[in-house]
């Protein structure tokens, strides 16, 4: 059998994508990116300028006005509600500023939702746990926990069900400065160890050293800043 000559797909491609809430407020023009499979990408830009709005366009949570968003290869508009909801169950992985673990579930079962909404056997939870630095703390309850492990707690549970795209909204807008710098290298290595693509949105710059690629959002377009070296793993180092 000869090997398929087929292109690799890009995790995420948005093609010519515009979206504006009035005449006087467009917000994306005409974008075009795309991120391929184990690439970490930092999205930057002034407040309001539309950071939100992309990451809502990507998943599925808003409507282009034209243009298309693929994930994987599949372009979210030609899905109906069912198919989208089912590919952000499948696709996608998100963490948030404020984590959103929910306090009445023990961490393991936090970690497991994305496995019990896919019909996945739960198994792997503990196995994320271990890989964030919380091993044999499955049984334990969020309220026990620092705000660094919560967002830990929420990187195994965007992780666990092996998404092709990670969207991270200021994953470290709640935690102080050594706390970021950790979970941020735990985002990075965990991100490229199961194969994800991510795209975080942050103000910080110390957050954004930590990616591959750094991209600032203006005038509806997204323009390049700097490209990461492939042995860079911490700001410090650069």
């Known amino acids: 059998m000869q ?35 184990g690439e970490f990408v930092a999205i930057m830009g002034d407040s309001g300028v539309g950071k939100s709005t992309l990451l809502n ?31 952000r169950r499948q696709k996608l992985g998100f963490v948030f500023q404020a984590f959103h673990v929910l306090p009445h579930l ?4 936090n970690v497991a939702l994305p496995l019990l909404l896919n019909g996945i056997a739960p198994a792997r939870a503990n196995e ?4 964030v630095g919380l091993e044999g703390r499955g049984d334990d309850m969020p309220r026990q926990l ?36 950790e979970v941020l290298a735990l985002l990075r290595e965990e991100t490229k160890a199961n194969g994800a693509a991510a795209m975080m949105v942050t103000h910080s710059e110390a957050a954004a050293a930590f990616a591959d690629r750094v991209l600032v959002l203006s005038d509806g377009k997204l323009h390049a800043t700097h490209v990461r070296s492939s042995h860079a793993l911490r700001p410090s180092d650069e």
């Open 106 to 109: 023990t961490l393991a079962q």
């Open 3 to 37: 090997p398929s000559d087929s292109p690799v797909l890009p995790a995420l491609e948005c093609r010519a994508l515009s979206k504006a809430y009035d005449v006087k407020r467009v917000v994306l023009e005409r974008l075009d990116f795309a991120l391929g499979a």
């Open 57 to 87: 366009l990507i998943a599925g949570l808003d409507h282009a006005d034209s243009g298309d968003v693929l994930i994987d290869g599949t372009p979210v508009s030609t899905l109906d509600d069912d198919a989208a909801t089912r590919l």
């Open 146 to 181: 620092s705000g660094g492990e919560l967002q830990r707690v929420a990187i195994a549970r965007a992780l666990v069900h092996r998404p092709t795209l990670i969207l991270a909204d200021e994953p470290t807008g709640n935690l102080d400065p050594d706390t970021a710098h």
């Open 128 to 131: 994320m746990l271990a890989a």
